[in-house]
């Protein structure tokens, strides 16, 4: 299978993902407030940069071992970046509000459980009053 012209620009070119994210909560939501805090300017971070390497943090660990592509030595490297990634992100929310390491983690506030152990921990919980939750709200495709 030959890839589109479009794809073939150069050694290494691959097809290019097309990825789009719609999701309209109120305003007041939580949703809401951090879509809003996403889109504002920051001379910090760009908006694409602040979803994309939370997104990576969480998930491209488990993206590359879907695909099944690359080593078990290659998955184990970008996991624990993944983690540190992660522990300097607790690291910040810590500093920045002022939480001892010693408090408990509070995840389970505003949580339930669900019932599929089959996925991975991070995924066992689902936040209650997502006013996001629709199929229809996330589109994405493969050009």
């Known amino acids: 299978m030959t890839k589109p012209e479009s794809a073939k620009q150069g050694e290494g070119s691959t097809e290019q993902v ?8 109120k ?5 809401g407030v951090l879509l809003s805090y996403i889109n504002e300017d920051s ?3 760009t908006r694409r940069e602040r979803v994309l390497n939370a997104l990576a943090a969480f998930w491209l660990p488990f993206a590359y071992h879907h695909q099944g592509e690359i080593s078990v030595e290659e998955l184990q490297r970008l996991a624990r970046s993944s983690i540190y ?8 929310l810590r500093d920045t509000f002022e939480l001892s390491n010693t408090e408990p983690p509070a995840y389970a506030l505003n949580t339930k459980p669900v019932r599929n152990s089959s996925r991975p921990a991070a995924e066992n ?5 997502d006013d ?6 996330i589109v994405s495709s493969w050009h």
Do not use: G, I
């Open 125 to 129: 919980y689902v936040e209650e009053d």
């Open 132 to 137: 996001c939750e629709t199929e229809t709200d």
């Open 18 to 25: 097309n990825f789009s994210f719609r999701c309209q909560p």
């Open 43 to 45: 001379a910090q971070l």
């Open 85 to 92: 990634q992660l522990q300097l992100h607790v690291q910040y």
């Open 27 to 31: 305003r007041d939501s939580k949703y």
